[in-house]
């Protein structure tokens, strides 16, 4: 994923027709928010990957078992 902080991917997010506030995706990320469709596509647009992508768990640094983001 790209280094980019809360207020520069909700920028992203509203230029891509789907506004977002640097705190809905805050809330998002603590699992305070639901994250719906429209979101996730919005997301992995601003972010360059695919919607898979974020929802698929990460690899941990040994390779041998995976963490959920």
Request: proline letters at 6%; hydrophobic letters at 40%.
């Amino acid at each position: 994923m790209r280094s980019l902080t809360q207020h520069q991917l909700a920028a992203r997010c509203t230029a891509l027709g789907r506004p977002m506030a640097n705190t809905a995706l805050s809330r998002t990320e603590r699992a305070r928010r639901r994250c719906d469709v429209d979101d996730l596509v919005a997301l992995a647009t601003a972010l360059g990957v695919s919607p898979t992508t974020l929802l698929l768990p990460l690899p941990s640094v040994s390779g041998n078992d995976w963490r959920g983001c």
